[in-house]
């Protein structure tokens, strides 16, 4: 079983910076793809960042395209996020997910991690 477990999320100012880390334990890891969403109470999860493992090819949602950076580590079975330039919309629980293998939905989910942006 992978367990994915998410750090890094905090207070900061409008225009600040946070690194979100993501480190997955457990039966040997080597996902298809990885990714970080967001959740606001009462709205639908949004996919931010994805990045696949093997290339690390990436894709962003346009709302966060030129200010975040999500990335890999293999050595460290672990995926980030450089969030840069922060907005008030921008506060959410963050979550970081991985698909397995390819045609596979994101089958491991972290429990969270809050991002919280003051102006």
């Known amino acids: 079983q992978v367990q994915l477990v998410e750090s890094g999320g905090g207070l900061v100012q409008t225009g600040g910076s946070l690194r979100l880390s993501c480190a997955a334990s457990?039966?040997?890891?080597?996902?298809?793809?990885m990714g970080w969403f967001r959740q606001t109470p009462g709205k639908e999860r949004e996919s931010v960042a994805t990045?696949?493992?093997?290339?690390?090819?990436?894709d962003y949602a346009d709302s966060v395209k030129g200010r975040f950076a999500i990335s890999r580590d293999n050595a460290k079975n672990s995926v980030y996020q450089q969030m840069n330039s922060l907005k008030p919309e921008d506060p959410d629980v963050y979550y970081c997910?991985?698909?397995?293998?390819?045609?596979?939905?994101?089958?491991?989910w972290g429990q969270g991690t809050q991002v919280t942006v003051s102006s």
């Open positions: 997910a991985a698909v397995p293998t390819f045609g596979s939905p994101y089958r491991y």
């Open positions: 457990g039966r040997a890891f080597s996902p298809y793809r």
């Open positions: 990045i696949k493992w093997s290339n690390s090819i990436t």
